[in-house]
């Protein structure tokens, strides 16, 4: 018995956020999707403008919002969004991710620039770095927990300490991907949402162990504030996609004209946008995103690029073809920052890999043993959106053309070898 896949996108049941596909072979992202053509935007924007104006520091004694930024994935938008449309004094707060490529430490130097804006920066030290991500790579295979931990912690965590309320996120994906929760629902920033979906249901406090090596001195900086404190400062963080009608390639690209946002293509996936800023985001961390679930973020990005009418289903399939199977071309690096040798690592990555997915025939070499049960061609032509693709994802002017991302810059990683 194969999965279904939804008529209109590539998805199928299988995704680690959920997805559910109805009778008409339609998918709940896709139907949540249509609301982007059906709702009122100018009213949900003047209802965000209104929820902003509440938070308006009177006594200028304080900053009116934070803004979680990496420099890529949308920060552009967001700053220019809240603080030259809406005029909102935001501070920006970002944690280091520690695997940037130096296009993205650039993105994010132009983005302090351009805004004049205050940031707040956490590099947590390497030690601690590298025994969490041994830790999450033997025990979910995931080499990211820590950025994304990072990630959805620190804002909130300042927060508190600044006893600044308010955090703007960018997308919520449970709306934008899958359909979880419809706009109207106007989801906010959970703490169970983030154990359940960015952490894998790991929070920092289990990841203490002898055998990894990980102690509590390790993970202080990933816990969640309790909720008496996020409680005694009111903090909320509410999903710009929820008031806006969210097109991340159309924003980049405002974003690219605007400020010369630096964009660079990426190894597994044609979106030459989001995520500039990282060497394993759409390399190495894709890659494992495939072993286990049997797709990569190409996916994605084709997925979003159907709904929002700029590519069909037969250049999507093609897309997908030829991304999926490229090979990451940075795990040389990963391995030694990490210490870990190819073998150990593919070891690790072999024993997350989905064995409803994946087998090794006889030749001992993986191989797809998963079936997908595809819709019929009537179902597909009813609930397609459009026949002939538009969707160019633009490369923009290097700002530093002989730089090459498979050479490390030292301090603005946070750490050095040796
Ligand atoms: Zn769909």
Redesign the pocket.
């Known amino acids: 018995m194969g999965v279904r896949v939804?008529s209109?996108?590539l998805?199928t049941q299988n995704h680690p956020l959920g997805i559910y596909i109805d009778d008409k072979w339609?998918?709940s992202?896709?139907k949540v999707h249509e609301e982007k053509d059906t709702l009122n935007w100018p009213e949900r924007e003047q209802r965000l403008k209104s929820i902003l104006a509440e938070y308006k520091n009177k006594n200028l004694n304080n900053y009116d919002c934070i803004i979680p930024v990496s420099g890529a994935r949308d920060s552009y938008f967001i700053v220019d969004k809240i603080k030259n449309q809406y005029g909102m004094n935001p501070l920006l707060v970002t944690y280091n991710a520690q695997y940037n490529t130096e296009r993205g430490i650039r993105n994010l130097v132009f983005l302090r620039t351009h805004f004049d804006c205050d940031i707040f920066t956490l590099t947590v030290n390497p030690q601690s770095i590298k025994q969490i991500t041994r830790a999450t790579l033997r025990r979910l295979g995931s080499l990211y927990w820590h950025v994304l931990a990072g990630q959805t912690v620190f804002p909130v965590q300042v927060a508190v300490r600044l006893k600044i309320p308010l955090i703007i996120w960018g997308a919520h994906q449970g709306v934008d991907q899958v359909g979880m929760y419809s706009h109207l629902d106007e989801v906010e920033m959970t703490r169970k949402y983030r154990k359940e979906h960015d952490l894998m249901g790991l929070e920092a406090q289990d990841l203490i162990s002898d055998e990894d090596q990980v102690f509590a001195k390790d993970i202080y900086q990933f816990r969640y504030p309790d909720n008496h404190d996020l409680a005694s400062v009111g903090v909320r963080g509410m999903y710009l996609n929820n008031y806006i009608r969210w097109d991340t390639k159309a924003q980049h690209e405002g974003m690219i004209t605007k400020y010369h946002y630096e964009s660079h293509p990426q190894t597994r996936t044609f979106d030459t946008y989001n995520d500039v800023d990282s060497f394993v985001y759409s390399d190495l961390h894709d890659y494992i995103k495939q072993l286990k679930w049997g797709y990569g973020k190409v996916t994605d990005h084709v997925?979003r690029e159907i709904r929002l009418k700029r590519l069909c289903r037969e250049q999507a399939c093609d897309l997908v073809k030829k991304y999926e199977n490229y090979k990451p071309v940075f795990n040389k690096q990963f391995m030694q920052w990490l210490g870990v040798t190819h073998n150990s690592l593919m070891f690790i990555l072999d024993q997350h890999r989905n064995k409803n997915i994946w087998k090794r025939n006889e030749s001992w070499q993986w191989q797809r043993v998963d079936e997908h049960l595809q819709p019929n061609l009537k179902t597909i032509e009813a609930n397609k959106l459009i026949s002939v693709p538009d969707c160019n994802y633009q490369v923009t002017k290097n700002k530093k053309p002989n730089y090459q991302d498979d050479s490390y810059v030292l301090y603005s990683k946070g750490w050095v070898n040796g």
């Open positions: 939804c209109r996108c998805y339609l998918c992202g896709c997925n």
